[in-house]
């Protein structure tokens, strides 16, 4: 089993609608989450960070449930401009030290079209 | 401020040269990753830097490959004696890890295409 497993889609959804991308992982012990984004041929780069009472930024929307291992990312509203990977990003802190390893989901591929 | 650098942007060779790839960290980043990105996959650590403790190695898929990572700032991944599935485009990041969070900056990579 992946460590972080994501429905690889692809998603293609009209300008406007909502759209919502769900990850788990598998360490329990794991301790902070992240979506990034990839555009095509580029680097990967921060989205938002997920936290456990669950956030927004502006239409985006991140939640957690440590009981599940779960995290789910909404889109809400999209722009042609949203079209791009998500990556769900999962922290796992080595027992003490305090740093950690991220570890990548394969990505959800978003394709919003007029 | 200035970012991730990598170098060279491409790189083509042929199977069974050696090559070098560049990473620049972010000023004051203590942490700094290599990870690598085959055609429509998702990013697969290959190793971890940390200060001046020891680096996590665990993810380097043979022993052609190596990293170093000099007076804690510039680190060179080093690929030898490459393999066509060495073909992927690889990444670097930087951060400052703190406490359970672990922000990562990516570089634009470099494309490595081996012939």
């Known amino acids: 089993r992946k460590e972080v497993e994501q429905d690889p889609g692809p998603f293609n959804v009209p300008e406007g609608a909502t759209v919502a991308f769900n990850c788990t992982y598998s360490n329990s012990a794991s301790q902070s989450f992240f979506w990034y984004r990839q555009d095509c041929r580029k680097e990967p780069k921060l989205l938002m960070s997920v936290y456990s009472s669950g956030n927004e930024d502006g239409r985006f929307t991140a939640q957690l449930n440590r009981a599940s291992q779960y995290i789910s990312l909404l889109i809400r509203d999209s722009k042609l401009s949203d079209s791009a990977t998500y990556l769900c990003v999962v922290n796992t802190r080595a027992g003490g030290t305090s740093y950690g390893k991220l570890t990548f989901g394969q990505g959800t591929i978003l394709t919003v079209h007029p | 401020g200035a970012g991730v650098s990598q170098s060279p942007s491409n790189k083509v060779t042929e199977k069974g040269k050696d090559v070098e790839l560049r990473c620049d960290p972010i000023?004051?980043?203590?942490?700094l990753y290599w990870y690598r990105q085959s055609l429509g996959q998702g990013l697969e650590f290959l190793i971890y830097?940390?200060?001046?403790?020891?680096?996590?190695k665990s993810g380097l898929p043979s022993d052609r490959f190596s990293a170093e990572r000099t007076g804690g700032s510039v680190s060179t991944l080093t690929i030898q004696r490459t393999q066509q599935e060495d073909s992927a485009v690889y990444l670097c990041a930087s951060s400052i890890p703190q406490g359970a969070e672990n922000i990562q900056y990516f570089g634009a990579g470099t494309r490595l295409s081996v012939l």
């Open positions: 830097f940390q200060g001046n403790s020891a680096p996590d």
């Open positions: 000023s004051g980043h203590t942490a």
